[in-house]
């Protein structure tokens, strides 16, 4: 094909909706070191190694012939450009006696860093055939060697006079020849139209991350074969360009929204055991306080988790439903200026829709869980407030039964000191004392010490006296509590009639 050129279109997300305005993703700036990279592989153009000092979002560090990124450059741009322009990356020689030139161009489109690596012989008129194809190294251009999250998309451009039938045979040759020696495989092939020339796509598929864009490789193969203006392409670069980021855009928010869901559905169906589990563990007074206390150790972290899922979601599909009116945007100004392919219609108008249906599904479904989570996390501790206030009760009764016990054994006994302290005295005298009192005269005359057993009649009259005194005043000590206890409730309700 003469006019040959082989375009490389890399998409790197810069920063998440998430992210604060100041900040980038952590793996921002891969996309120009993996270009950078290419030149140490097989890409040796001269300029490619120095790539960063063309780049605004890199700053060269003092006294060093080294550059370090910096994306607070990229502030207050009034273009979508991260250079002055196309960067002229030089030539390279060819063993078959002719050299190729390559030529780049950085963009910053919204939150992502787009690039375009064009390759093509430095001869216009030097026709490249399937074989020839790999004199510019297209193993270099795979997804392996770019990883760009968001995806990447080899173009192919070439002119021939040739049918369509074998335009059809020459493209599946160039697809073919890209995808040597990697473990990619053809999955969908269309063949259409764009701005009158011959458009085929295919997309290619790697089998161990069938769901990673950053692993997919989309290839499109212009052929004109009808002498059709160039020079629509170039009136159309930009709206292409555009077009293929919210391309892969779309694809990677989707992708990203399927890794949402599961892990929302897997808190949501622990909340939904915890549930079930609730009434049982109600039942039984005696373990639920500490198995609720369990419950809001760990259910707090995980309302969390869920909430960051949804809001994720939620993040999702406002990005999936603007970039979805963003591509139909540039479809409808590329009609303006030529044909385009009927499957990009289809693309956003059934895929793209029904993927963004979807995403409203899966939220509409998980909402109902935040406010589940809300709900549980509020009973429970709703319920261990109240048992822990019971146990407190009565933790506090007991306590108070035992002080109170306390109180009327050391008061009943009190006087016992008394007794015990009057036996030192003669005891004759405390004896005298003690039958002087008329209800204990008739009771003790019995007691009178015969001969011989005067020391114990005496002891056993001041123990006994002793006793006494002990269980009356230990008496009196309970009337009082009773009394203070009747007069509590009363002095409470009053405190509530008359609020000070």
Known sequence: MKNFTLSLYAFHLRHKLTDAPDKVTENAQNLWDNLINLYNKSLNFPKLKDLRSY????????????????????????????SKGILDLGNINTTEGFAIKANLQPFLIHDTYAVDLTLSPKSEEIPIDVNQ?????????????????LGQTVWIYGEVEKSDEECAVLAEGYATALLAGSNLEFGEVRQEKLLGCLLFEYQATDLNNPDNPAKQYHILISINNTKAEAAKFSEAYDLLIYLLAYRHKILYIYQEACHCNP???????????????????IVSREKRLDNFRHSLEKMPLQEIHYSLCLRDLKAHYTSIATNIVNYRNCLDKIATIGEYPESWDNFVDLKCNQWKQQIQIDIDFLSPGQELFGQMIQTIRGIVAIDQAESDRTKARVEKDRNRIFGILGFGFAPTSLILSALSL???????????????????QPLNPQLGKKDLADSVVALSFGILLAVFFGGVAALI???????????????KNNPS
């Open 426 to 444: 003669p005891h004759i005298e405390v004896v005298e004392a003690i039958e002087e009192i008329p209800p204990l005269k008739g009771w003790l």
């Open 263 to 281: 892990k929302a559905r897997k808190y949501y169906s622990k909340l939904n055991d915890d549930m079930l589990k609730f009434p049982e563990q």
């Open 133 to 149: 194809l790999k004199l510019f190294h297209p193993e270099s251009l795979l997804p392996k060697s770019i990883d760009a999250s």
């Open 55 to 82: 780049l605004i979002c890199y700053d060269k560090i003092k006294d060093k012939n080294e550059y370090e990124y910096n994306p607070e450059q990229e502030k207050g741009r009034q273009t979508y450009w991260l």
């Open 481 to 495: 509590y009773k009394i203070s206890d009747s007069w509590q409730p009363k002095e409470e309700a009053g405190s």
